[in-house]
């Protein structure tokens, strides 16, 4: 071994050698795989995000990229008339994400109008393609690109939805059950204390305060005590109202009994209220930013207490202080882990990238008539100042396993199978990492290879974590250099120097040796993942190892068949 290569390997916990790279990188560094994404608005992807205006959380939140692309499924023709409407709008497209990106927002129909006048200044054709796609629209809705405010955008906007269902409901339920009784009376037939106890029900079936006319029918706190307040008042609000419901089903049915029911239900108190009628109040969302240990510890006592609260933790930082003990413990990522073990909380966790693909269960986590919490990871603002935007942060900590998204949705049965979601919404789920394609030059010649991306990739372009890695120009690297992955699965060799490829602002590669503790971090995420993955019903180690000794059993009894055959052979001749 050489003594670069010992040098490399012996890379100490903390601490970096004046030798690290004799070709200084122009900081802020990025991981190699996303250096081609420079300017995210010449692509297209999820964001800008249109909070529809819509009766259900079903397309309540879609991409702009979405909506053109519907509205080219359904005008564009095949061949060159085609062609140009796709190249116009595109174009227009391209043009409303960069205002999006530049905080010129608005609705969508009204910013589409305005590029589109724009547009059409420069190019008259473009009216031709344009003016039937803008016919053809048919939502409209507040954008929004991938910010740090944007997942309470997105959460309260489903949350004002599902509380107008849970009040239309229960209006129509209160509604119904007036018009059975009425009929009841109508029909005379009633004694005369079973018609007073009716009309004595009609006079109360109205509904609570936080649904009448100017109450605010979807309420949302900033902290645990206010939350708490809500609950209370609502629940307090709630005892008439679920008394008159109780006394008039039962009415309605022809079962109320007064020597059964009238001591019990008069006795109802708020504390005395049951699921079912709990159920009847829209609860509160609470919105937080993860600040720490006794936030998170909080939340879970708040979840655990039953009550119909809906919690939306934001973090933006999933690394933790540099200075911590110990270091990059990444406890910010296992809020939602922990929560979905108190087994009747619906929770869903995911980065700001991939809201539009779980707004519908957002949206049916906080129509759950239980507690639930969304954790969302957003991304480092002083990261995205440094030309990191927050979308591609959130979307890598997604794909490095260090923030996986995942469902635990207690309405959905009583097994686990049921109840859990991994494999949908995370990227190449069965797999350790997601493993991309990259190719690079290395002393003038392409090198095209495949790389997993880790934790380790994210780590070592973190300013505030550079003790933790050496950087190695090209003419330092050697072949006892293997990619971080290949070391944590034990595919290098036991002297094999770890690193993950990293780019500086003007695209130089490098590779980044990890410390010893930015490995064991990674390790930890790699281990998370596969308690996850098993959750979510890939890859189970129980399952796994019976098919193993199932085979076991059968390899034992086949051979005792062929001995056995080989024995009557012999006894035969």
């Not at 916990?13 to 990025?30: K, S």
């Not at 504390?271 to 600040?291: I, M, N, Y």
């Not at 049965?413 to 069965?430: F, H, T």
Request: net charge negative; charged share 25%; hydrophobic share 50%.
């Amino acid at each position: 071994m050489d003594a670069e290569t010992k040098n490399q390997l012996d890379f100490p916990v903390v601490g970096r050698t004046a030798a690290n790279t004799p070709a200084m990188p122009q900081r802020p560094l990025r991981p190699a795989l996303l250096a081609p994404y420079r300017d995210l608005t010449t692509l297209r992807y999820d964001f800008p995000l249109v909070l529809v205006t819509a009766a259900t959380p079903d397309g309540a939140v879609q991409s702009l990229t979405g909506i053109v692309n519907a509205l080219l499924k359904e005008l564009a023709p095949r061949g060159a008339s085609g062609e140009k409407m796709r190249r116009h709008l595109l174009r227009l497209e391209q043009e409303i994400r960069r205002r999006v990106a530049a905080g010129k927002g608005g609705r969508l129909g009204a910013v589409w109008d305005d590029v589109a006048t724009a547009l059409c200044a420069l190019d008259a054709e473009i009216g031709q393609s344009l003016s039937p796609a803008r016919a053809a629209l048919a939502v409209d809705g507040e954008l929004a690109d991938c910010a740090a405010d944007t997942p309470r955008r997105v959460v309260s906007h489903l949350w004002r939805i599902a509380c107008a269902q849970k009040r239309a409901a229960v209006v129509a339920r209160i509604d119904a059950l007036k018009a059975a009784l009425s009929d009841l009376l109508a029909a005379g037939t009633l004694s005369e204390a079973r018609a007073a106890r009716i009309r004595t029900v009609l006079e109360h079936l109205v509904p609570p305060a936080f649904f009448a006319d100017g109450a605010d029918p979807a309420p949302i706190a900033d902290d645990c005590a206010a939350a708490r307040k809500t609950c209370r008042a609502q629940r307090a609000a709630l005892v008439d109202l679920a008394r008159a419901i109780a006394v008039g089903e039962l009415e309605r049915d022809g079962r109320y009994d007064p020597a059964l029911h009238d001591a019990a239900i008069a006795g109802w108190s708020d504390a005395s209220l049951g699921a079912e009628a709990l159920a009847l109040a829209p609860g509160v969302l609470l919105c937080l930013d993860d600040t720490g240990a006794a936030l998170r510890g909080e939340v879970l006592d708040l979840l655990a207490a039953g009550l119909p609260v809906k919690i939306l933790v934001t973090s933006d930082d999933l690394l933790g202080a540099p200075d911590a003990d110990p270091p990059l413990g990444l406890s910010a990522a296992k809020l939602g882990t922990m929560a979905a073990g108190l087994e009747d909380a619906f929770v869903l966790q995911a980065s700001a990238a991939a809201l539009v693909r779980t707004a519908t269960r957002i949206g049916r986590g906080l129509a759950y008539d239980g507690p639930a919490l969304v954790a969302v990871f957003t991304g480092r603002p002083a990261a995205a100042a440094d030309g990191l935007p927050l979308y591609l942060q959130a979307a890598a900590a997604g794909q490095a396993r260090l923030f996986p998204t995942f469902c635990y949705d207690p309405s959905a049965g009583p097994e686990l199978v049921a109840r859990w979601s991994v494999a949908d919404d995370n990227p190449q789920a069965e797999r350790d990492w997601s493993v991309h394609p990259f190719v690079y030059e290395n002393g003038g010649q392409r090198v095209a290879t495949d790389l997993a991306f880790t934790p380790a990739d994210l780590i070592a372009c973190d300013p505030r974590f550079s003790d933790h890695v050496r950087l190695v120009a090209a003419a330092g690297w050697s072949d006892a250099m293997a990619p971080v992955d290949a070391v944590l699965n034990e595919a290098a060799g036991a002297d094999a120097v770890p690193f993950v490829p990293v780019v500086d602002a003007t695209d130089r590669l490098f590779r980044a040796i990890p410390s010893k503790a930015v490995i064991a971090a990674s390790a930890r995420c790699r281990d998370a993942w596969h308690a996850l993955q098993e959750m979510g019903g890939i890859g189970n180690s129980w399952a796994d190892k019976k098919v193993a000794e199932e085979k076991e059993i059968w390899d034992e009894e086949r051979q005792m068949l062929v001995l056995a055959a080989k024995a009557h052979e012999t006894a035969a001749s």
